[in-house]
């Protein structure tokens, strides 16, 4: 996190982005304290703005945490970011974690792959180890709005599920 050209910003998502002018050539969201996520930053209000705050090119790169086995919060977050992003690719990192990239432009594992050889040297072996694992969104879900975002339920529900052996 000491990259020249590296920029980070402790803020609340969304009132960061409203208020700043900046394009980014990435934005990632970890900014979900597990399991709950503010439901403000889950909604496609959310990501149109930080789609808007994009240079050409640009991702949105959220980290979403979860009970093993457990996809709904994955899938909500999938579509509610398709219906912004043309492109919505998942990386299940983790049993427990899954990045979900959104962008304007292309992206792919094989652009990735195709890309890793101009990365600096000690980046490219994750670059290809995250490309064998980058898969188009998982389908489903419902796309959470400002009006209508219960993270809360769909949370709560994954948590007794997986408790009772369901999830």
């Known amino acids: 996190?000491?990259?020249?050209?590296?920029?980070?910003?402790?803020?609340?998502?969304?009132?960061?982005?409203?208020?700043?002018?900046?394009?980014?050539?990435?934005?990632?969201?970890?900014?979900?304290?597990?399991?709950?996520?503010?439901?403000?930053?889950?909604?496609?209000?959310?990501?149109?703005?930080?789609?808007?705050?994009?240079?050409?090119?640009?991702?949105?790169?959220?980290?979403?945490?979860?009970?093993?086995?457990?996809?709904?919060?994955?899938?909500?977050?999938?579509?509610?970011?398709?219906?912004?992003?043309?492109?919505?690719?998942?990386?299940p990192s983790e049993d427990v974690n899954t990045l979900l990239l959104g962008a304007n432009g292309r992206a792919s594992a094989q652009r990735l792959r195709d890309n890793a050889p101009t990365l600096p040297r000690d980046l490219q072996p994750l670059a290809y180890e995250a490309a064998a694992r980058v898969e188009p969104r998982l389908r489903g879900g419902r796309v959470y709005t400002d009006d209508i975002a219960p993270v809360e339920w769909l949370i709560d529900t994954s948590i007794v599920?997986?408790?009772a052996g369901e999830g």
């Not at 959220?62 to 998942?90: C, I, Q, W």
């Open 1 to 91: 996190m000491q990259s020249p050209g590296l920029q980070t910003h402790t803020a609340d998502a969304r009132p960061f982005l409203r208020r700043t002018k900046e394009r980014y050539d990435a934005i990632f969201v970890d900014a979900y304290r597990q399991p709950y996520i503010p439901f403000y930053l889950a909604t496609r209000e959310f990501f149109a703005l930080a789609r808007d705050r994009l240079r050409p090119g640009g991702i949105v790169v959220v980290n979403a945490g979860h009970p093993a086995g457990s996809t709904k919060l994955e899938k909500v977050l999938g579509a509610t970011m398709a219906a912004v992003f043309p492109t919505v690719l998942r990386d």
């Open 161 to 163: 599920e997986f408790a």
